[in-house]
Every structure is written in structure tokens, then in C-alpha cells.
């Protein structure tokens, strides 16, 4: 089912990203605009299921946008949300007057923001006869570090494995990796197509059936949507393509995994915003506790919540480290799990192909992906294992239980 599309109209690039990042995170399309005549031309190229617009715009106002939509036939029926600072009764009835079907004020909230896009879209769907949206079930998980060399593409790759194995569903990775993308390497494919070829493609066409397609199944169950063969091609690869796969991909699988690049761009920033769980990854040294600085200063100027992260520490290299404490108080966070040094398995990984999850499922490293699978998975999810376990999983289990190390 195609998703619905939400346009958002406000002139602070901080309220955007924050409705962005809660309605996408929930299964919705979204467009951005900035002013009053970049909202009109978007109102007709974009075609919305529903408006959030702001009242003090530059140039043209919210109650004069209204207006103006509402004049439109083609589009005069669209529901829109007036989101404004100012909340005078005299300036409810002037939102409402101009056309708005409801009313929210600043500061609020996106979960009750959220609500009333999700109301007011069935209620307008509903009068033209049209299904509501299937509500989206599946969970995305991203894995970051600004570090090269932190080890994020095995983590990726043996997580997505992971959660594969454990609860035995097929589980997307996707390789935003562009410029290096070995994702295809350590899993020992030859991907017949990428995220470029994807990027061709009619983006309001792009539904679950064309993304099946496009994700090249492994045999763990792991489906790959390969970064490009070239980073050339690397640049058709846009944030409007993983803003528009990343839903599709939540509501077909209950888990998607994506491995990201070392970079703060504006591709990871989109899959960040979708992401239910990002996971940072350290290495326990300098370099990499002023990149984790760097990223967890970033996130709070983008207004994540502080459970959306959960950070790692992987211990990839044999000579002493910082300690774990050390680096907590540094980081004014928790550090959620200690993957174990291990070169022999890495190396061996790297250069056969085959994740050390499936090659070495009995070593230390393996059973703390493992942990870390479980840790990040749909609790839906868990709750249907707890019920019907996989070999797996009830061995997992069995090993939480005897506070296995």
C-alpha cells in the first residue's frame, strides 16, 4: 500500500527535521518546504495526503497559503494542520477561517502531532472511500562511527545475520556505504543490482514488490540492497530515495538493517531520522571518543531522543585500550555492550566471505552480536520467539539465563 504523504511548511529547519523524523519514522512520505510560493509549487508536484503549515512565514503567511490551496480545485481538499507559536483564540479562528482543520500550537508534541496527521488523513480517506493506511510494524536499525576502521560493515553485516537467524525472517541491509561499500564483499556476493539502479526508477512507483526485486537474497536470509559498483554512480543515490525505500522496506520486514558511511551527510541524516535504533560504534581510543562527542553533540542539536541511541564498544585492535569507564564519563552515556578483540575471526571473515556469526557461531564474538540482536529487536518480534523459538534464539536464551560472558 502506498504510503501517505505529508508536506510540512515551516521556516525553521529544526521543527522540519523533528516532524520529518517522528513521520517517517512512522510509515510517512514527507516533503519540506520553506516559504509560502516553494509550498504552493510543492502542493501540486508533490500531490499531499496532508499539510502541516506555520503561521509566520516570510513573505506570504500560513493564513494567506490556506487560502490560496483552498482556492485550488485540484487540491482545495487536502487536510491542513496550522502549527504556530501563536495561540490567541483570535488567531484559531483566523487559522480556521483561512481553511485549516486543525489547530496545534509551539511548543508540542510530535507523538500528539502524529495522532491528529494520522486522524485527520483516515477521516479524509475515509470520506473518499479510500482504505487507511496499514499502520507500520517493522523496526530500522542504522550503524555509525565517524572512524574508519571501527568495524561498523562486519557489525552490520553479522547483526543483520543475526536477527535473521534468531527469529528466522529475511532482514534488508542496506549498504550506504557508497564510495567503499564491502557489504557485498564479507557476505561473498556479486550483486546484480544497486541502490544507483534503484535511484532510475519512479520513485511514486516504488512499492514492496519493486524493492523484493531489488534486494538480492542471501542465504542467511540477509537481502541485500548493494551500494554502487562505482562511486560515480554513487551520486544518483539521494536522501528522497532512502526517505522513500526506507518505509516501504519498515512495513514489508520486521527488521532493516543499514550500514552507513563515516561521514555526517545528508544521506546518513535521512536514514538516521527514519532509524528506530542507532547504534555508535567506538573503539576504545581518543580518535574515536572525540568522533562519538562529535556524533552525540550532533544528534541532541537534532532533537533525538537519548533511547534512540545505544552505543557499542568494539574492541578491535589487541594493545590496551581506554577503559570503559573512562569513556561513559566522557560520554555522559552508557555503553550497552563490549564486542571482544578477535583478528583471527575478523580476518578470516573478511577475506572467506562467510560472517563470523554463521563461520564461528560458538565464539565470544558471535554470542555478543547475538546479544546485540536481541537487544535492538521488535519486541513484537521477541514475543512471537518467546512463543515459537528457532534453534537460535532458544539457545541464546538459554545463554542470557546463565549469565553466559
Not at 6 to 31: A, H, Q
Not at 71 to 100: C, H, S, W, Y
Not at 165 to 179: G, I, R, W
Request: charged share 20%; hydrophobic share 45%.
Amino acid at each position: 500500500m502506498t504510503a501517505s504523504r505529508v508536506l510540512v511548511v515551516d521556516d525553521t529547519k529544526l521543527i522540519t527535521r523533528m516532524i520529518r523524523d517522528k513521520l517517517v519514522s512512522s510509515g510517512y512520505v514527507v516533503e519540506e518546504a520553506y516559504e509560502g510560493t516553494e509550498a504552493l509549487a510543492k502542493v501540486k508536484s508533490f500531490n499531499p495526503d496532508l499539510i502541516i503549515l506555520d503561521v509566520m512565514l516570510p513573505g506570504m503567511d500560513g493564513y494567506q497559503i490556506a487560502r490560496r490551496i483552498r482556492q485550488d480545485p485540484a487540491n482545495g481538499r487536502v487536510p491542513i494542520v496550522m502549527l504556530t507559536a501563536r495561540a490567541g483564540i483570535a488567531e484559531k479562528i483566523a487559522g480556521f477561517e483561512a481553511g485549516a482543520d486543525d489547530y496545534l500550537t509551539k511548543p508540542f508534541d510530535p507523538t500528539e502531532l502524529e495522532l491528529r496527521v494520522r486522524v485527520l488523513i483516515a477521516r479524509a480517506k475515509a470520506q473518499r472511500g479510500i482504505a487507511p493506511d496499514t499502520p507500520a510494524l517493522g523496526k530500522v536499525i542504522s550503524v555509525f562511527s565517524l572512524r574508519g576502521g571501527s568495524g561498523t560493515s562486519s557489525i552490520a553485516v553479522n547483526l543483520a545475520v543475526a536477527l535473521a537467524q534468531l527469529y528466522e525472517n529475511d532482514v534488508p541491509l542496506v549498504d550506504l556505504a557508497l564510495e567503499s561499500g564491502s557489504v557485498s564483499l564479507l557476505l561473498d556476493m556479486i550483486p546484480r543490482t544497486s541502490l544507483a539502479n534503484m535511484a532510475r526508477e519512479d520513485l511514486a512507483a516504488l512499492d514492496e514488490g519493486l524493492l523484493k526485486d531489488y534486494a538480492q537474497r542471501h542465504p542467511s536470509g540477509v537481502r541485500l540492497l548493494a551500494a554502487p559498483a562505482s562511486p560515480v554512480l554513487a551520486e544518483l543515490v539521494t536522501p528522497k530515495l532512502i526517505q522513500t525505500i526506507l518505509p516501504v522496506l519498515r512495513r514489508c520486514y520486521s527488521h532493516t538493517v543499514i550500514d552507513t558511511a563515516h561521514q555526517l551527510n545528508e544521506l546518513n541524516l535521512a536514514a538516521f531520522d527514519i532509524s528506530d535504533q542507532i547504534i555508535i560504534v567506538l573503539t576504545p581510543d581518543m580518535l574515536s571518543m572525540k568522533s562519538a562527542t562529535t556524533i552525540l553533540e550532533t544528534f541532541h542539536s537534532l532533537a533525538y531522543p537519548p533511547e534512540r541511541l545505544l552505543i557499542i564498544l568494539n574492541w578491535a585492535f589487541p594493545r590496551r585500550g581506554l577503559p570503559q569507564k573512562e569513556i561513559e564519563a566522557a560520554l555522559g552515556m552508557p555503553i550497552s555492550l563490549v564486542i571482544p578483540h578477535d583478528s583471527d575471526a575478523a580476518v578470516r571473515a573478511i577475506n572467506e566471505g562467510v560472517p563470523v556469526i554463521i563461520a564461528q557461531p560458538n565464539t565470544a564474538w558471535a554470542y555478543e552480536i547475538e546479544r546485540l540482536a536481541y537487544q535492538v529487536s521488535a519486541p513484537e518480534v521477541r514475543a512471537q520467539a518467546d512463543a515459537q523459538p528457532s534453534r537460535r534464539y532458544a539457545l541464546l536464551k538459554r545463554r542470557l539465563a546463565a549469565g553466559a560472558v
